[in-house]
T-cell receptor, first 109, second 115 residues
Framework: QKEVEQDPGPLSVPEGAIVSLNCTYS??????FMWYRQYSRKGPELLMY????GNKEDGRFTAQVDKSSKYISLFIRDSQPSDSATYLC?????????FGDGTTLTVKP | EAQVTQNPRYLITVTGKKLTVTCSQN?????MSWYRQDPGLGLRQIYY???????DKGDVPEGYKVSRKEKRNFPLILESPSPNQTSLYFC??????????????FGPGTRLTVT
């Protein structure tokens, strides 16, 4: 069983929709929880990170971590066509990083 | 411009022919890491380095070597490549002296094909 499981998608939503992306994990030692966005043929780029349980907001993006349930989410409000990409959750413990398989999102105009 | 560079970007080689993929960062980051990305398997960590002369295995280190002799460079060495190492490879770096120690900056990727 993988340490990090990500909802596979793909997801297709109309412009303006609220998007929810989710990951679960099994390793309690994970300390940092990140969301990366990856456009086709590019390297991943960091969207947001959190260290503890709770919510963190950055513009249209909200990251949520529930350590008791070992569950993290990324919410995108008012989604735009430019949000179309693959979203990867990631978790770290000391130097080791573990990524989810990614969810591909398409936002249709 | 702050960046992580990888070379080559594309490489086709044959089984058993040693190759090196270079990675360099200009952000004075202590932490560097190599990943491979495969369809259905996601992004998997090969090796990482917390600082010069300090390297550790990630989840899929078999068949790979790394060295960290300088802070800015972290080459990935495949001494005897095999077809199952055909993949998209990413190098990443991160500062370890701030709260966001694991905010990793990724390079553009190297697409390797081993025939």
């Amino acid at each position: 069983q993988k340490e990090v499981e990500q909802d596979p998608g793909p997801l297709s939503v109309p412009e303006g929709a609220i998007v929810s992306l989710n990951c679960t994990y099994s390793n309690s030692a994970f300390q940092y929880f990140m969301w990366y966005r990856q456009y086709s043929r590019k390297g991943p780029e960091l969207l947001m990170y959190t260290y503890s349980s709770g919510n963190k907001e950055d513009g249209r993006f909200t990251a949520q971590v529930d350590k008791s349930s070992k569950y993290i989410s990324l919410f995108i409000r008012d989604s735009q066509p430019s949000d179309s990409a693959t979203y990867l959750c990631a978790m770290t413990n000391a130097g080791k990083s573990t990524f989810g398989d990614g969810t591909t999102l398409t936002v249709k105009p | 411009e702050a960046q992580v560079t990888q070379n080559p970007r594309y490489l086709i080689t044959v089984t058993g022919k040693k190759l090196t993929v270079t990675c360099s960062q200009n952000m004075n980051h202590e932490y560097m890491s190599w990943y491979r990305q495969d369809p259905g398997l996601g992004l998997r960590q090969i090796y990482y380095s917390m600082n010069v002369e300090v390297t550790d295995k990630g989840d899929v280190p078999e068949g790979y070597k790394v060295s960290r002799k300088e802070k800015r460079n972290f080459p990935l060495i495949l001494e005897s490549p095999s077809p199952n190492q055909t993949s998209l490879y990413f190098c990443a770096s991160s500062s370890s002296d701030r709260e966001d120690a694991y905010e990793q900056y990724f390079g553009p990727g190297t697409r390797l094909t081993v025939t």
